[in-house]
């Protein structure tokens, strides 16, 4: 079965790209807005070899990561904790869920600017979209979790006279350990995402920031190699919750 699914990611990929090069060899893309492989490739090699605007490549790509990693450590931080405590507590949920339903609901640009105004133009901001961007999806899956932990587990727990912590400990947390790594695995997807958004408004580093700098100055070809290279690292980033899922929970197949 996996043998099939990864022949067919092969042939889509590679069927992808022959269209590309042969419609480049035949001009049949505007080179302006549809540069070729060659082209593309050049601008990588020269964004490694040059960097870009005075900055090295791994510079921006650090620049990037480091903005999403604090970001993701505080989702998964105050995301885990507030997730647990509402799916145990109805009253905090009741409390917490209104403000996290109307927010999430909107796109990361339509509170961007405020965000801005409140916390300045530096990295602050731009790591407190990525953390709203991605604290309500492991937020909501976590909730879910708690609240489908069988009752029965923490019945016959508490008929033997285990303590409320232990209870937590040994039952619930276990039991929503697939919800948190799902979650996450989701939460890095809408973040990484968002990158765009983030590094928008006054930025002068980042991957997304290159891109959209590049873009201005009808770069195309770095445009490309640009968002060839955010692709590879989500890839990687991705696989790596994947194997950390399939570490994790051996019985769970990972899509």
Known sequence: ???????????????????????SALNCF????????KDVLDAFRNLWENGYKGYPLMYHIAASMRRLGIAMLLVFIVGTALGIA?????????????????YRALPPLAYNT????????????????????????????????????????????????TGNFVIFRDVILPSVLPDILTGLRTAVGVSYATLVAAEMIASASGLAWMV???S???QYATVYAGI???????LLIDGGLKLLIRKAMPWQETV
């Open 114 to 161: 405020l965000i801005v105004l409140w916390m300045g133009i530096g990295d602050g901001s731009k790591i407190m979209l990525l953390f709203l961007s991605g604290f309500a999806p492991l937020f909501i899956q976590i909730v879910f979790g708690v609240q489908k932990v069988p009752q029965d587990r923490i019945n016959g727990a508490k008929s033997l006279g």
């Open 228 to 234: 060839f290279i955010m692709g590879g690292i989500a």
């Open 30 to 37: 505007n080179p302006t807005f549809i540069p070729s492989v």
């Open 212 to 214: 959209l700098d590049a």
């Open 1 to 23: 079965m996996k043998k099939n699914y990864m022949k067919v990611s092969v042939f889509s990929v590679a069927a992808v790209l022959g269209v590309w090069i042969v419609g």
């Open 86 to 102: 509402c799916g145990m507590n109805r009253k905090i949920l009741a409390a917490v869920d209104p403000f996290i339903q109307f």
């Open 216 to 218: 201005k100055y009808i």
